[in-house]
């Protein structure tokens, strides 16, 4: 077995051998069935049900890319500033001195993990909306093409948070640190951005996830991914950049 090999499934493992998955998996259920209750509960202001209404309304219930985005930094940020945490980093760069070449690994299996919840979360919300559906006066209007948008964009932009999440534990390596940190980048930077130029909206994760979902068209479908790529890939470089230049604990 080659040493790339080795590492990535030594940080598979690390992932796979903690509560940690199993946490944020609960979460999606509670989320899931939260858009179920909020499907038979729910009503606009005027007592209708309008929000489920069309097949557009019900693919942008079940858009999951925007906090597939979120919780995915979350665990990536987690994932990786607890190594520092418990020094458990240590053996890693003992085991491939390369740092980059470990770090590759890690960001890996941290996009694998992020895609893989991301989509049980997409597949979670899709089945409680039709489930919740029959109780209401509509039926499930979504076509297969539209479900797969939804899940495919979920596991796109769950990679990418994952990513962005690990950039930023990369940098701060501290597990208190890293998700404030991660909140503020996602969710309290791009209305700031906004606020200073309006042209920037387009840009921001969540207008990305629903153009990626199908639910909005602001930008192109593929200028879309590239841009919420490039959300991911940025901490990362700048994880890279710390992780050569500081000692690991």
Not at 81 to 100: D, F, I
Not at 102 to 125: E, N, P
Not at 131 to 152: E, H, K, N, W
Not at 165 to 179: F, I, L
């Amino acid at each position: 077995m080659s040493t790339w090999s080795r590492l990535l499934r030594g940080e598979l493992r690390k992932l796979t051998t903690t509560r940690m998955p199993l946490a944020f998996l609960g979460v999606l259920v509670l989320l899931a069935g939260l858009n179920g209750v909020a499907v038979v509960a729910g009503t606009d202001m005027d007592g209708s049900k309008a929000f489920i209404a069309t097949a557009l309304d019900q693919r942008s219930m079940m858009a999951f890319a925007n906090n597939a985005m979120m919780g995915a930094a979350l665990f990536g940020a987690i994932a990786t500033a607890r190594e520092y945490g418990h020094a458990t980093v240590v053996p890693t760069y003992l085991a491939e001195p390369r740092r980059a070449r470990a770090m590759l690994a890690q960001l890996v299996a941290l996009l694998l993990a992020g895609a893989v919840l991301s989509t049980a979360g997409a597949l979670l919300i899709v089945a409680a909306v039709a489930l919740a559906l029959p109780a209401t006066d509509y039926a499930f209007l979504v076509s297969i093409g539209g479900v797969s948008q939804v899940v495919a964009a979920s596991a796109f932009a769950g990679a990418a948070g994952a990513a962005l999440g690990a950039g930023v534990g990369t940098v701060v390596r501290n597990v208190g640190g890293a998700v404030t940190a991660t909140f503020l980048v996602l969710m309290v930077l791009p209305p700031l951005v906004v606020q200073l130029t309006s042209d920037a909206a387009s840009w921001m994760p969540a207008t990305l996830g629903t153009v990626v979902s199908g639910v909005t068209t602001e930008v192109s479908t593929a200028s879309a991914l590239l841009a919420l790529a490039l959300w991911g890939a940025l901490p990362n470089l700048l994880g890279l950049w710390a992780l050569q230049r500081r000692d690991l604990v």
